[in-house]
């Protein structure tokens, strides 16, 4: 099956692209040495030699700047869809240093703009872009025309390549794009990964509000385990309510995103969450116990307004109340 317009990674360090309109890759068909584990080990590995093979072939025309223009910054609008939720101010500062020295050695990916005539709309370069900007310099661009499918596929890719996207970055990338109406078939190309990888990443990402998302950033080392578990903690009652809480302590935004996202994880951990209370009511409205539910446990708090032996009753029953239970489910 064809792959076509796959645009690989630009970075300030490295550059890596395949150009849509004259470079295809395809794989190759499979053979009975192709099975298993081993066989798709392999063909992961031919595909990546294909796409760096075709990547060094567009290399060296962009590096040797036939492809490349320099248009006005401020004309350069963001993509349709963001890749990334927040940027360190160590790695603005490095990039804005490293340009301002040394001047932009790489061109980012624009099409001329689907909607705004005059303008461009960005594929991947974003930081670049907001580099130059700041700096007041032209941008040096790879100018294409691209479809919107395209565009993402590009701008997942880019990133991809780079491996310097995180979890939840690239889960809310696949999970935006879903609810633009993009199809699995382009979310997967965009970021390099199967049906199952995909899947992993969108649910978990659906299960996480926005709030508390961008609330963390990007947490570039809690991993996709710990965000699920951590999507996990987040249906136990009353777990939006401590996490809103966390979030708006003033010590929690000065934390770095790793420290952020430790935080709330550990204000969620079920021992931790303050316990549930509510009251038991006879028939004549009178509040005769206090029931709460604190990391497992139920407590019934008897009122001392109560038969003293009302207590001791309860726990005497409790057998037969057991018994009683089991008895029902195994029926059920």
Not at 202 to 223: F, M, Q, T
């Given at each position: 099956?064809?792959?076509k317009?796959?645009l690989?990674?630009?970075?300030?360090?490295?550059?890596?692209?395949?150009?849509?309109?004259?470079?295809?890759?395809?794989h190759?068909?499979?053979?009975?040495?192709?099975?298993?584990?081993v066989g798709?080990?392999?063909?992961?590995?031919?595909?990546?030699s294909?796409?760096?093979?075709?990547?060094?072939?567009?290399?060296?025309?962009?590096?040797?700047?036939?492809d490349v223009?320099e248009?006005?910054?401020?004309?350069?609008?963001?993509?349709?869809?963001?890749d990334?939720?927040d940027?360190?101010?160590?790695?603005?500062?490095s990039?804005?240093?490293s340009?301002?020295?040394?001047?932009?050695?790489?061109?980012?990916?624009?099409?001329p703009h689907?909607?705004?005539s005059g303008?461009?709309?960005?594929?991947?370069?974003?930081?670049?872009?907001?580099?130059?900007?700041?700096?007041?310099?032209r941008?040096?661009?790879?100018?294409?025309?691209?479809?919107?499918d395209?565009?993402?596929?590009?701008?997942?890719?880019?990133?991809?390549?780079?491996?310097?996207?995180?979890?939840?970055e690239?889960?809310?990338?696949?999970?935006?794009?879903e609810?633009?109406?993009?199809?699995?078939d382009?979310?997967?190309?965009?970021?390099?990964?199967?049906?199952?990888?995909?899947?992993?990443l969108?649910?978990?990402?659906?299960?996480?509000?926005?709030?508390?998302?961008?609330?963390?950033?990007?947490?570039?080392?809690?991993?996709?385990?710990?965000?699920?578990d951590l999507?996990?903690?987040?249906?136990?009652?009353?777990?939006?309510?401590?996490?809103?809480?966390?979030c708006?302590?003033a010590?929690?935004?000065?934390?770095?995103?790793?420290?952020?996202?430790?935080?709330?994880?550990?204000?969620?951990?079920?021992?931790?969450?303050?316990?549930?209370?509510t009251?038991?009511?006879d028939h004549?409205?009178r509040k005769?116990?206090?029931?709460?539910?604190?990391?497992g446990?139920l407590?019934?708090?008897v009122?001392?307004?109560?038969?003293?032996?009302f207590?001791a009753?309860i726990?005497?029953?409790l057998?037969?109340?057991l018994?009683?239970?089991?008895v029902?489910?195994?029926?059920?």
């Open positions: 099956m064809a792959r317009n796959l690989l990674g630009l970075d300030d360090e490295e550059l890596t692209a395949v150009n849509p309109e004259s470079v295809t890759t395809r190759p068909p499979p053979t009975l040495g192709n099975r298993g584990a798709a080990m392999g063909r992961s590995l031919e595909r990546i294909a796409d760096i093979d075709a990547a060094k072939a567009l290399e060296k025309r962009l590096l040797s700047g036939a223009i248009i006005d910054a401020s004309l350069v609008d963001a993509s349709f869809v963001t990334r939720l940027e360190s101010e160590a790695d603005r500062a990039l804005l240093s340009i301002r020295t040394h001047g932009q050695q790489v061109p980012i990916l624009v099409r689907p909607e705004v303008r461009y709309q960005i594929a991947y370069g974003h930081r670049r872009l907001r580099a130059l900007l700041e700096l007041g310099q941008v040096r661009a790879v100018v294409r025309s691209l479809t919107d395209e565009l993402v596929i590009a701008q997942g890719q880019e990133n991809s390549a780079r491996r310097d996207l995180s979890f939840i690239r889960a809310s990338f696949a999970a935006s794009l609810e633009r109406g993009f199809g699995r382009t979310i997967m190309a965009s970021l390099a990964v199967d049906k199952t990888e995909l899947s992993r969108i649910s978990c990402r659906k299960a996480l509000p926005d709030e508390l998302v961008k609330a963390i950033g990007a947490a570039p080392k809690a991993g996709r385990r710990r965000w699920m999507a996990e903690h987040l249906k136990v009652p009353r777990a939006s309510k401590v996490w809103a809480r966390i708006n302590e010590e929690f935004a000065p934390l770095d995103s790793d420290s952020r996202f430790a935080a709330v994880f550990a204000a969620l951990a079920t021992k931790n969450l303050p316990a549930k209370t009251s038991w009511i004549d409205g005769i116990a206090r029931v709460d539910e604190d990391a446990w407590r019934i708090n009122d001392k307004s109560v038969d003293a032996e207590g009753y726990v005497a029953q057998p037969a109340l018994k009683a239970f089991q029902s489910q195994h029926d059920d």
